[in-house]
């Protein structure tokens, strides 16, 4: 890696789901002239290109979209405002003075922003990281890698999973399966409450998945494959219910790995970078948008705008 | 793979394709021998060489004189010699023996004595200022410590692979879901019942690792020791908490177990661990919650500087140990029979030193093999984060999994070849794929498309249908 080639840019956004395609279109209406979106996926979009389901895009188009109808639009938007998308293009190290580091099929080269952007987005905590006891089988995911394999690639990780917690993206979750013909064999919520609480009722009445409260997981049972897990009440007492895999929802846990690994400041309660009112980082020459910054996480309507605030901001920034 | 009926014929047959039995694989390859490696799984590393702490140890708190002794030393520099030329990883961390108490300090004396009785004589001790330099910012209540500077860190499942790779490469052949069920010598040869068919061999090496026992049992009839699984659970941290530490930091040890350590690995994490479980059960690879809490709070002790930083993997290992803290090597040389037992806690590191001493063992039971000249060397593809990865060559297709920079072009290389992954477990030992710190969130559905019909147990149980 000797000869690294070096481009420069005005303002570099890493990230092209809705935050940061929003912050790009509204810096190119503002006239800054060079945008450049850094995404390492394929195609752009972010999340909603795997949320088979409505309802996306009241705020932004005032109608009601399935995600991935609604990452096609955001996407089309941004390539009419003249946005360069860079696709298949990782960012894989933040510098100082605007210096980022990228991994592309075409090989590795460094761009030099003025701005840089932080849109990564969130996504959930692994049963890693959760400490959950016992075996370590296939079939064990959280919600995003269910609904890519549902709605990208028409495939399913298991049949009767058990659903662990009770968020929004829980919710989402069951919808998915029940698209997919999966039938979870129960969902449970440590609380005495679920996190979000209409939904989730109707969805476990709705969609005939048992929702048991005070539960908590306490061991996965498996070989090869997921083969029962074993759950305990709030009595304590414990029980173990067969079933082919555990779907871990929620617990978000910002996408936030390269800021860590940088010179830049992190929020040491969530793991966020750390940014002012304008979403300003540690590091003046960074800016952070989207769900990258939200602890709890927001839909993607209120990511748009968060793009578009801090674009602003930024546009700011450049001409003063 | 083989059919039912059918007879393969060798002049060395190996029980087990644990690290232990792809290295003598290799050796014997290479001495000249053919050689056919039975393993019960559907790939390679099925058993203790699964999970463990990929050091590879110079042997300064070995048992004095012993065979795991000279064993440690001759793969830790047979190591050294061929990593090279087979593209497997070294990092060079050094270890620090670090005492935090008066009595861990007191025993320094005693490690420094075993230390130099093995002929580890660049062993020393730091002063407070070294210490501090070495490593800024291991808690600063340390009291004194020890340093090891030929103790490394190695890829631990690129190794094994390599050495198959070799012998096989040279000659060899290697049987999967092939559990040696039976057995029978006739005199001169030894007849081995496999569900892929029968091997007729004139050599046995049992290196079945965690049923060792099991198989002289069956095979030979009676078994000289008992293993006695012992558990060792682990955390890995993100790869943010990678430079926190530069050298392995060794608790200083007691009689059962080299203590809870923590060190880098060559993947760029930093991890903690292992902890010493005897238990029944010779597959229960299990993680607890309340052990692995307690492993996050030992190595935030040892590390203040860890607080905050993510949790990226969690995982087991089971040592083979047996009744006796030593290596239980078994010679029948009436019968043409040798069973590595009791490989527990060196393996990774001795097992190219078990080979040579392998090799010789069978010259001495007759074996005359005419050594393989200009053997093919073939190389592994580099999974180690300081060296440059496939990404780094430009026309890999795609990043699949973002996490650890897998490329399509690796995963599909991994699937395929000479020994082409066996199993979901065996793919991510090879690419590291879903290995990082996402857990497969981002990477799943790509890779249950990449690897479909591929493994007996698939990421993907069908299509999603209403
Ligand atoms: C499983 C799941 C389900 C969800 N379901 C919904 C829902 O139904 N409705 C809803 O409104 N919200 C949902 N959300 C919330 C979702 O986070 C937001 O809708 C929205 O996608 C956030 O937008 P963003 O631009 O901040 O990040 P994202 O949409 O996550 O986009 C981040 C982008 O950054 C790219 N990226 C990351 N790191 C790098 C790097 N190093 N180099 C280059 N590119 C990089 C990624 O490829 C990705 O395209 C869900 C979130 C999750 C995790
Ligand atoms: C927690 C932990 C930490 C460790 N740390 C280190 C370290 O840092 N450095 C170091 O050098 N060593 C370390 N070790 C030790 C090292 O991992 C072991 O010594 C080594 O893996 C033993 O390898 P093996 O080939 O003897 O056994 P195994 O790996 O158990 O291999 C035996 C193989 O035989 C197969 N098999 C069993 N029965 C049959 C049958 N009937 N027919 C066919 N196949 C069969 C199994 O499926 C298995 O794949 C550690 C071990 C553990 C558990």
Redesign the interface.
């Known amino acids: 890696?000797t000869d690294i080639t070096t481009k420069t840019c005005d303002v570099a956004v890493i990230g092209g789901g809705p935050s940061g395609l929003s912050a790009a279109i509204t810096l190119k209406q503002a006239g800054v002239k060079s945008v450049v979106v850094l995404d390492?996926e394929?195609v752009a979009g972010g999340i909603p290109r795997?949320c088979g389901h409505p309802p996306f895009g009241l705020a932004e188009f005032k109608r009601i979209l399935t995600g991935p109808e609604y990452a096609k639009r955001i996407v089309k938007k941004a390539q009419q405002e003249g946005v360069e998308i860079a696709l298949?293009t990782?960012v894989?190290l933040l510098e100082k003075q605007g210096r980022l580091t990228l991994?592309s099929?075409?090989?590795?080269s460094q761009l030099l922003a003025k701005r840089v952007l932080l849109a990564t987005g969130t996504?959930?905590t692994?049963?890693?990281?959760r400490?959950?006891?016992?075996?370590?089988p296939?079939g064990i995911?959280?919600t995003?890698?269910l609904q890519?394999?549902?709605y990208?690639?028409?495939?399913?990780?298991?049949?009767s999973p058990l659903v662990v917690g009770t968020e929004i993206v829980s919710f989402s979750a069951l919808m998915t399966c029940k698209?997919?013909?999966?039938k979870p064999v129960a969902m449970i919520e440590q609380n005495t409450r679920p996190s979000v609480q209409w939904p989730v009722y109707y969805a476990a009445s709705f969609f005939g998945v048992p929702l048991r409260r005070k539960t908590r997981i306490v061991?996965i049972i498996g070989g090869?494959?997921v083969e029962s897990v074993i759950i305990a009440g709030g009595n304590g007492k414990e029980e173990k219910i067969p079933c082919?895999g555990v779907l871990f929802t929620g617990l978000f846990?910002p996408?936030s790995?390269l800021a860590?690994?940088s010179h830049l400041a992190?929020d040491?309660d969530t793991?966020c970078p750390l940014v002012d009112n304008n979403g300003r980082c540690s590091d003046p020459v960074y800016f952070a948008a989207g769900n990258v910054i939200f602890q709890p996480v927001k839909v993607a309507g209120k990511c748009w705008q968060s793009g578009i605030r801090i674009a602003r901001a930024i546009v700011d920034d450049l001409s003063g | 793979m083989k059919s039912g009926g059918q007879v393969i014929s060798t002049d060395v047959a190996i029980i087990g394709g644990g690290v232990v039995g792809c290295a003598v694989a290799r050796r014997m390859a290479l001495a000249g021998a053919s050689v056919v490696l039975m393993e019960k799984a559907p790939d390679i590393l099925d058993g203790a060489s699964k999970g463990n702490s990929a050091i590879l140890h110079t042997g300064f708190d070995a048992p004095v004189d012993s065979l795991e002794w000279q064993c440690v030393q001759n793969g830790h520099q047979e190591y050294l010699e061929i990593h090279k030329s087979l593209n497997l990883p070294l990092l060079k961390t050094g270890a620090m023996v670090a005492a935090w108490t008066e009595e861990e300090e007191a025993r320094f004396p005693g490690i420094l004595e075993k230390a130099h009785k093995n002929q580890v004589n660049d062993i020393r001790q730091l002063s407070q200022a070294e210490i501090h330099k070495l490593e800024p910012h291991l808690a600063g209540n340390v009291r004194a410590a020890l340093y090891i500077p030929r103790e490394y860190v190695i890829d631990p499942w690129s190794a094994p692979l390599a050495y198959l790779l070799q012998a096989i490469e040279n000659g060899g052949q290697a049987l999967f879901n092939a559990e040696v069920t039976a057995g029978g010598y006739d005199g001169e040869h030894w007849l081995l019942d496999t569900p892929q068919g029968q091997v007729r061999a004139k050599y046995v090496v049992n290196a079945a690792g965690l049923y060792g026992d099991i198989v002289d049992t069956r095979v030979l009839g009676d078994s000289e020791f008992v293993i006695k699984p012992r558990k060792g659970q682990f955390v890995?941290f993100?790869?943010?908490a990678g430079n926190l530490i530069n050298s392995v930091i060794l608790p200083v040890p007691t009689k059962i177990t080299k203590g809870i350590v923590l060190f880098p690995t060559i993947f760029g994490n930093m991890m903690v661990g292992p902890t010493a479980e005897e238990q029944e059960s010779r597959d229960?690879?299990?993680?607890?919650?309340a052990t692995?809490?307690a492993l996050?709070e030992q190595a935030l002790r040892m590390l203040p500087a860890l607080?905050?930083?993510?949790?990226?993997?969690?995982?087991a290992g089971i040592r083979s140990a047996t009744e006796q803290p030593e290596y239980r090597i078994r010679e029948e040389p009436e019968r043409n029979w040798i069973t590595l037992g009791g490989i527990r806690s060196t393996g990774l590191t001795a097992a190219l030193g078990i080979a040579r001493h392998v090799e010789t063992l069978l010259k001495g039971f007759g074996a005359a093999f005419e050594k393989r000249q200009n053997p093919v060397v073939s190389r592994v593809p580099n999974l180690a984060n300081h060296l440059?990865r496939d990404?780094?060559t430009?026309?890999?297709?795609?990043?699949v999994c973002?996490?650890e920079?897998v490329t399509d072009r690796e995963i599909k290389a991994a699937l395929s070849g000479k020994m082409p992954a066996g199993?979901?477990s065996g793919l991510k030992r090879r690419t590291r794929v879903t290995m990082g710190?996402?857990?497969?969130?981002?990477c799943?559905?790509?890779l249950?498309?990449l690897t479909?019909d591929k493994f007996?147990?698939?990421?993907?149980?069908?299509?999603?249908?209403?």
Do not use: W
Request: net charge neutral; with cysteine.
């Open positions: 890696m390492r394929a795997h298949k990782t894989v991994v099929p075409d090989g590795t996504r959930e692994p049963r890693s990281a400490f959950v006891s016992g075996n370590r296939i995911c959280n995003g890698a890519s394999m549902v990208l690639k028409n495939m399913v990780p298991f049949r698209k997919a013909g999966i061991e090869n494959r082919d846990t996408e790995s860590r690994m992190l040491p793991g | 890995v993100d790869k943010a229960d690879a299990s993680v607890d919650t692995l809490n996050h607080k905050g930083i993510p949790v990226t993997a969690t995982y440059s990404c780094h430009p026309g890999y297709g795609e990043i973002h996490c920079m199993s979901l710190r996402c857990q497969g969130f981002y799943s559905a790509r249950a498309e479909e007996e147990t698939p990421l993907s149980v069908g299509e999603a249908h209403d």
